[in-house]
Each structure stands twice: as structure tokens, then as C-alpha cells.
């Protein structure tokens, strides 16, 4: 049974640029959240993706836009990149709306120079 | 607003020793729920206990358990007969309305042999 996936494990950026991560769900989920993790912190909610729609936003700027396609996998992208945003950006998975069921992936770490 | 409290940054602790991680939350909302998840160093959160607000029984499985007292707004996390495989980052989390996860800034625990 294959779990969350996501791709690339590791990216270095310049300020300026755009970026885009992926992630693969759980088998047999449907929905796709996406978290920031700053290091020393906690990870931050940033979106969630059911029905290939954009169902739930965290306090996030524009500049991070997702997709989800219809075999339920996602894209988080990221434009105009800021040093801030190197973090660690985890995807979860479920079935159905919602955040009590989540399975996560092992993240993509994102350094921005 | 939802908050997260985790006061301890880091726990050192010898192997086979009892060791609570705790976690504060706040919320003026009467329904939530929360989640402990822990976090080795590959990354992936790992998804440990989930608890509604309108449970209060204190949980065991295995050598975990959990304490949620509405009273403190508390939901301690303790690790009975430590092993070195439980080092790892623990997070608390708090979610409301099933819309968007609050997470702490995590407890980082070193169980040393």
C-alpha cells in the first residue's frame, strides 16, 4: 500500500524565482493538504485540494497557488520566492474533506538563496 | 483564535526513564479536536492519538499515554519506560470546525542509552 509521496526531496532556489513541489496521495484518498514547516517550528496549514478545487486556505499569500489533478495528485507553487520561504513543505493526504485522517508525506526541503 | 502551546523546546532523558511532554491549548470554540504527531528525523509526521472535546477519558496504548483535562486546557503526552527509537520532534495540534490545523512549535525528545 503505497503512502503519501512527494517530489523533489530537496530543491535550492534564487529569490525571484518560482517553484513548484508534488505530492502523490495515500491509496485511495482524495484529498490533498499542503503545510509549511519553518525550521524550529510547527508546520503551517496552507491549502487543501478536493475535487481538483481549492476547499480551504490558511493565511497564506497568492504567491502560493495549488493544482490538483484528477487522479488526486497535487502541486503547491510558489512564486516570486523570498528567503522566508525555505522551510520543509509536507503533503497529507485523505479521504474526504477535512483534517482528522491526515497521512503525510516525507516532505520536499525548499532553500531559497 | 486557536493557539498551541508547547513550553518545552527539548527534553533530554536517559532510556527507560517516564518522560510528559505537554501541550496547552486555546480555543473559545466548544467543538475541536487534538493530535499528537511525531516527527523523526525523516521528516514525515507520524499520526499518534486524535481526541474530540467531548472525550475526556485518558488513553493508553502501550507504553503512551495521554491526559486531556478541559479544566488546564491541557493534553499531556507521556512516554512510559523511554527507548532510544522514541527520540524524535512531538507536535500538538488543535483543530476546529475540521477547516484548518493549529500546530505547536513541537517538543524535541533525546532518549539516550
Known amino acids: 500500500d503505497a503512502g503519501v509521496t512527494q517530489s523533489p526531496t530537496h530543491l535550492i532556489k534564487t529569490r525571484g524565482q518560482q517553484v513548484t513541489l508534488r505530492c502523490s496521495p495515500k491509496?485511495?484518498?482524495?484529498?490533498v493538504s499542503w503545510y509549511q514547516q519553518a525550521l524550529g517550528q510547527g508546520p503551517q496549514f496552507i491549502f487543501q485540494?478536493?475535487?481538483?478545487?481549492?476547499?480551504q486556505r490558511g493565511n497564506f499569500p497568492d504567491r502560493f497557488s495549488g493544482h490538483q489533478f484528477p487522479n488526486y495528485s497535487s502541486e503547491l507553487n510558489v512564486n516570486a520566492l523570498l528567503l522566508g520561504d525555505s522551510a520543509l513543505y509536507l503533503c497529507?493526504?485523505?479521504?474526504?474533506?477535512?483534517?482528522?485522517?491526515?497521512?503525510f508525506g516525507p516532505g520536499t526541503r525548499l532553500t531559497v538563496t | 483564535a486557536q493557539k498551541v502551546t508547547q513550553a518545552q523546546t527539548e527534553i533530554s532523558v536517559v532510556e527507560k526513564e517516564d518522560v510528559t511532554l505537554d501541550c496547552v491549548y486555546e480555543?473559545?470554540?466548544?467543538?475541536?479536536?487534538l493530535f499528537w504527531y511525531k516527527q523523526p528525523p525523516s521528516g514525515e509526521l507520524v499520526f499518534l492519538i486524535r481526541?474530540?472535546?467531548?472525550?475526556?477519558q485518558n488513553e493508553i496504548s502501550g507504553r503512551y499515554s495521554w491526559n486531556f483535562q478541559k479544566s488546564t486546557s491541557s493534553f499531556n503526552f507521556t512516554i512510559t519506560a523511554s527507548q532510544v527509537v522514541d527520540s524524535a520532534v512531538y507536535f500538538c495540534?488543535?483543530?476546529?470546525?475540521?477547516?484548518?490545523?493549529?500546530f505547536g512549535a513541537g517538543t524535541r525528545l533525546t532518549v539516550k542509552p
Open positions: 497529507a493526504s485523505t479521504l474526504g474533506q477535512g483534517l482528522l485522517q491526515q497521512y
Open positions: 491509496s485511495g484518498h482524495d484529498t
Open positions: 485540494y478536493y475535487e481538483e478545487e481549492e476547499r
Open positions: 480555543t473559545r470554540d466548544t467543538t475541536y479536536y
Open positions: 481526541r474530540n472535546s467531548f472525550d475526556e
Open positions: 495540534a488543535l483543530s476546529v470546525g475540521n477547516n484548518d490545523m493549529r
